[in-house]
Structures are given as structure tokens and as C-alpha cells.
């Protein structure tokens, strides 16, 4: 069994045998979902959403951004989302889910001892990432915990074809309150090392809609005001923010927040943005991100990039 930890050296040895190209979408041979695929689409040249000053103040104008990620440990777990890279070869296990009706029964490629979100003793999301470079398929489990004879039991799951721009079915959730993948939306050491960061990022907000709008599939909200935004709600870092003062790679990263913005995915803290945990993260650098207010995004309207409500495609802008 051939398995890379990929931005978790808390957890293994810091130089996996594989690593992600720097500095695009792709993951070693597989896309992070096709070139024209929605959360690979620049989105600084769109319109503004009609309802955008009601979702920042939502939110929290005055609240600022969270690197949600970085390195060392925090409650004896890494700090962000980690991931997996299996071969093809891997053996694949059962799950057992909590919300059945709208996971993918697998079964999964999980390994022996995969990173897990918080750790292997966490109580919290516990999210278990895993990509199969020979395939390029994406696995990815909520709430997952080993059970004693290998197998897995999960609240929900999601498979996704890395090459495709399938969504998932209407209504359905995923790993995340959205019904949308994780992993694209994550921020990785790599390509912030290159320079630039060519897709969207997640991040989550205190109160939602109870709706959704393209790319996202599910919603997870009783709140109807329009005052809330819906899961997977595009917004973006405002083109005249300043951005001269800030440590080289947080402008990367601000820079991707510009041109290809943020996604709504989750329920959680007010502009908690994602990534990988990593040993290279300078923990003092990401904090920066936190100079940054809500009140210096906008959301955007996306409808124009739509090419089917089913898919993922998106017309150029």
C-alpha cells in the first residue's frame, strides 16, 4: 500500500513520495475538477449580487477573516483540513452512514491510520479526505470513525469524479452542508509557495438560508430571511482592497480571493476560510488574514456563468 500524506507532516513524515504540482487546481495527475468547472472560473468581472450589503452584515462587516488552517497542533490535532492519496490499488472498506439516502455507499479507499480532521481523537467534523491519483476520484466522509474490524461508519459521504463536472443530485448533501466537494476549496502550502492559487476557496458563516444556489446542492438552515445567505454563495474580495502591506503569501492568497473569491459551504464561524494543515505554514503570516474585514467583500451573482443546474460547467465570464 503506496499512501501520501499530502501538507500533514504532523502526522507523518514531512516529504511524501507524492506531491501535488505547485501552484495550480491539479493534484499530481488528476485535475481538481475540469478548467471550466465553476470553482476553477474567475468571478471578478461578474455583477454584484443584489443582496450583498444584507449578507456582509449577516455575516459581519466589522468581523474579520480566520485562517481556519496552519501548522503545529491545536487540541492535539492539525490545524485545518488534511488529506489522503491512495494508489489504485488501495483496498477499499465499507462505510455505514448516519444519512444513507444521500451518500454514496462505496465502498471507500480508506487506509490504515488516514489523516483525519482534528486528529484521530477528535469530537468535532472529522472529516476524511481521500483522492486515488490512478482514477482520480475524490472520497470524502463526514464524521467518520474506524470501527474495530476496518471497516468505517460516517454521517454522510460523498464520490466525485475528478475529471467530471457532475454535481450532485438535487437536495443531496455531501461531506459538507453544501452538497459540494472540500478539497478544491482548500488552500494548500504548494500553491501559495508558487504564487498563485487558481481556484475558489471555502469558508463558512454563523447563519445561512434555508436554500442553496449554484454550484451547492443542500441546504442547512430553518432561517427564510433574505438577510442570510444561501449555501454556496460566491463572494469576493473587493479589486481596489489594498493589498501593498501584507506578507508576500497572504497576498496569494487574497489575491485568489479577488479574482476567483470565496463559497459559502458550511455553518461554522464568520469567515473562517479552509486549508491544509502544514509544517511549512508560518502560523504569525497567516494570521495577517486576520487585518481583513467582512465589510471588504462582496457577494457575487454567478447566474450568468450557468450552463445547467446539474452541472458544474461554467461559461467563461
Known amino acids: 500500500m503506496r499512501l501520501a500524506f499530502l501538507g500533514i507532516c504532523l502526522l507523518v513524515a514531512c516529504h511524501a513520495s507524492v506531491k501535488p504540482p505547485v501552484g495550480g487546481g491539479n493534484l499530481g495527475r488528476c485535475p481538481l475538477f475540469p478548467s471550466n468547472n ?24 466589522r468581523k474579520t477573516l480566520h485562517p481556519d488552517f496552519g501548522s503545529g497542533l491545536y ?19 465499507s462505510v455505514q452512514f448516519q444519512y444513507a439516502s444521500q451518500s454514496d455507499p462505496g465502498p471507500y479507499p480508506i487506509p490504515p491510520n488516514p489523516p483525519i480532521e482534528g486528529g484521530a481523537s477528535s469530537t468535532g ?10 482514477n482520480c476520484k475524490l472520497y470524502e466522509l463526514f464524521a467518520a ?81 433574505s438577510q442570510y445567505p444561501p449555501m454556496g454563495q460566491r463572494f469576493r474580495l473587493k479589486a481596489d482592497y489594498d493589498l501593498s502591506a501584507f506578507h508576500p503569501q497572504v497576498q496569494v492568497i487574497l489575491r485568489a480571493m479577488k479574482k476567483y473569491g470565496i463559497i459559502l459551504a458550511d455553518n ?20 495577517q488574514l486576520a487585518r481583513v474585514p467582512g465589510g471588504a467583500f462582496e457577494a457575487v451573482d454567478v447566474t450568468r456563468l450557468q450552463v445547467s443546474p446539474d452541472s458544474g460547467e461554467a461559461k467563461s465570464p
Open 38 to 61: 465553476i470553482w476553477n472560473t474567475p468571478v471578478d468581472t461578474l455583477p454584484v449580487d443584489g443582496n450583498s450589503s444584507l449578507y456582509v452584515n449577516t455575516i459581519g462587516a
Open 75 to 93: 487540541n492535539g490535532g492539525p490545524i485545518g483540513i488534511p488529506f489522503g492519496v491512495v494508489a489504485g490499488s488501495q483496498p477499499q472498506v
Open 125 to 134: 467534523d472529522r472529516h476524511v479526505l481521500v483522492v486515488d491519483q490512478d
Open 145 to 225: 470513525y474506524p470501527n474495530p474490524d476496518g471497516t468505517w461508519q460516517a454521517g454522510s459521504g460523498a464520490v466525485f469524479d475528478l475529471r467530471s463536472n457532475a454535481l450532485r443530485p438535487a437536495g443531496w448533501t455531501s461531506a459538507d452542508a453544501a452538497g459540494l466537494p472540500i478539497l478544491p476549496g482548500l488552500v494548500r502550502y504548494d500553491e501559495v509557495a508558487a504564487g498563485e492559487i487558481k481556484h475558489a476557496i471555502r469558508f463558512t458563516a454563523p447563519q445561512t438560508r434555508n436554500t442553496y444556489v449554484w454550484p451547492a446542492r443542500h441546504q442547512a438552515s430553518s432561517l427564510s430571511g
Open 268 to 287: 461554522g464561524s464568520s469567515w473562517f476560510i479552509s486549508g491544509v494543515p502544514d509544517e511549512r505554514w508560518d502560523n504569525d503570516v497567516l494570521r
